[in-house]
């Protein structure tokens, strides 16, 4: 399994800037897609989430609104669109993906550190 993360960048706040990230060795169809973020001295946080059917997603307030999680099932994608970007949104961004069939909501983040597939990060720093 290998995920591939790429599309981070310097941008200013209140621009915008779109994550890729390329997938295989499982089907994004099967899994739950996700994105989370690690800034220096912080803790990993889950900013995307989306069902294995894409018919459900779930933000934290933080992105609410400014975030958007989409995948691709032919190509095997997942994409962040990250909009009004603010300085504290600077950190390591990293795709993953985990087995789950249902619909997700705020405790999809707890089957990520077992069951996860995880991508390297791509860094986003978000400057004044």
């Known amino acids: 399994v290998q995920l591939q993360a790429s599309g981070g960048g310097l941008v200013q706040a209140g621009g915008s800037l779109r994550l890729s990230c390329a997938v295989s060795g499982l089907l994004l169809n099967h899994y739950v897609a996700a994105w989370f973020r690690q800034a220096p001295g912080k803790e990993r946080e889950g900013v995307a989430f989306m069902s294995s059917d894409g018919r459900s997603t779930y933000y934290p307030d933080s992105v609410k609104g400014r975030f958007t999680i989409s995948k691709d099932g032919a190509e095997n994608m997942m994409y962040l669109q990250m909009n009004s970007l603010k300085l504290e949104d600077t950190a390591v961004y990293y795709c993953?993906?985990?087995?789950?069939?249902?619909?997700?909501?705020?405790?999809?983040?707890?089957?990520?550190?077992?069951?996860?597939?995880w991508g390297q990060g791509t860094l986003v720093t978000v400057s004044s």
């Open positions: 993953a993906a985990a087995p789950y069939s249902d619909d997700v909501d705020e405790t999809i983040q707890e089957i990520f550190p077992d069951y996860g597939s």
